[in-house]
């Protein structure tokens, strides 16, 4: 099974970090780092959801469950348990 970690990191680098040089990591600020904002978060909401087939409830999608990569991959986990 993929690394979901990675797999979320990956996406969030190639689609929302524009300077190559920015390091980004699991536990980098997302949202109050400026690096994702509220349309992106739409986006990639749609994202995990299409790429693990999970429905996030919006109240569950909150600016500070996506605030880094390590609490959307526990947001996601939470919605994945059991399949």
Same mark, same amino acid.
């Given at each position: 099974? /993929? !690394?979901i970690k990675q797999v979320i990191l990956d996406y969030v680098i190639e689609e929302y970090v524009e300077d190559e040089d920015e390091e980004? *990591?699991? !536990? *980098? @600020?997302?949202i109050s780092g400026g690096i994702v904002d509220s349309f992106s978060m739409v986006s990639l909401k749609r994202f995990l959801e299409n790429k693990y087939q999970i429905s996030i409830p919006d109240e569950k999608a909150? @600016? /500070?469950?996506? !605030?880094t990569v390590d609490l959307i991959v526990e947001l996601v986990k939470e919605f994945t348990a059991g399949k």
């Open positions: 099974m /993929e !690394d980004v *990591t699991f !536990d *980098t @600020p997302l909150s @600016p /500070e469950a996506f !605030d």
